[in-house]
C-alpha cells in the first residue's frame, strides 16, 4: 500500500465521501490522487508547528530532498515512510486528509486570462531552500502559474551515499554547469560527467542524482517543467 490507497481509505472513514463499491478498474470520471494537494497539506503542518524541512527531516528521518519534493508534489511515498511521516507532525492521517480536501475545493487551474504576465528576481533575492545534497535558490516565485521552474542550486554531495536516493518527478528538466564539475548519475545510463559550459535536457521521470565531482561543490543553472499548468 501506498500513500495513494491509504488517503482512498481514510476518505471513507473520515464521512468525507460515499462507500466505493468493490475495486474495479478506474474509471475516467474519478478524481486521481492529488499529489500537489497532499504536499501543500504536509507543507501547512509542518508550518503550523514552526518547522524547518531540517527540522521534520530530523523527526521523520525523511531526507530534506525527499521531504521537498512530497510538499511541492513532485513524489508521493510508501505506506511505512507516510506514517512516519505522520508521526513526525504528530498528526494522524485524517488530519492530512482533511487539508487535502479542503485545498482539493479550493484549488483552482491556472486563470484563462493569465496571459502577458511577467515575474522578476533580483540578485541573490530567491527563494532558498537547503537540501542534503544542496544548497537551492528558485528564481521568480511570485507568480504561481508558470510553466517552468529555474534556479541556480550549489551542489555539495559528490556520492550516491551522500546526495540519497534517486530523484523522480514529472515533466522535463534542464540544467547547464555554471561552476565546477558535475556527475549526473542515472538508472539507466552509466556516470555522465559535465564540465562548466556543458548542458543537458532530459526526461526527470528518469530515476537521478545530479552531484558534484572533485572535492569542491559545484553551481548549475536549472529548469524543470510543472505539467500542473499544462
Not at 480536501?101 to 531552500?129: K, L
Request: with cysteine.
Amino acid at each position: 500500500m501506498d500513500v495513494r490507497d491509504l488517503r482512498n481509505h481514510l476518505i471513507l472513514s473520515t464521512g468525507n465521501a460515499e462507500p466505493r463499491p468493490e475495486p474495479r478498474e478506474a474509471s475516467s470520471e474519478e478524481t486521481p490522487f492529488d499529489q500537489a494537494s497532499f504536499g501543500t497539506a504536509v507543507r501547512k503542518l509542518r508550518a503550523d508547528r514552526g518547522w524547518t524541512l531540517k527540522d521534520l527531516s530530523e523527526r521523520s528521518k525523511i531526507s530534506q530532498s525527499a521531504l521537498s519534493r512530497v510538499e511541492t508534489g513532485q513524489i508521493t511515498l510508501s505506506f511505512d515512510r507516510a506514517h512516519a511521516l505522520a508521526r513526525a507532525l504528530d498528526a494522524d492521517f485524517s488530519q492530512i486528509v482533511n487539508r487535502m480536501v479542503r485545498s482539493d475545493e479550493t484549488r483552482t487551474q491556472q486563470p484563462v486570462n493569465a496571459s502577458g504576465w511577467r515575474t522578476v528576481t533580483r540578485r541573490g533575492e530567491g527563494h532558498r531552500v537547503s537540501q542534503n545534497n544542496g544548497d537551492y535558490e528558485y528564481l521568480c516565485t511570485d507568480f504561481l502559474y508558470r510553466r517552468m521552474v529555474a534556479g541556480i542550486a550549489e551542489l555539495t554531495a559528490h556520492s550516491l551515499e551522500e546526495h540519497g536516493p534517486f530523484v523522480t518527478h514529472p515533466g522535463e528538466e534542464f540544467l547547464m554547469v555554471v561552476e565546477g564539475s558535475v556527475i549526473v548519475e542515472t538508472e539507466y545510463y552509466a556516470p555522465l560527467t559535465l564540465e562548466v559550459g556543458d548542458s543537458l535536457q532530459f526526461d526527470s521521470t528518469t530515476p537521478h542524482a545530479v552531484l558534484a565531482g572533485g572535492k569542491k561543490s559545484a553551481r548549475v543553472f536549472f529548469s524543470i517543467t510543472d505539467p500542473r499548468w499544462e
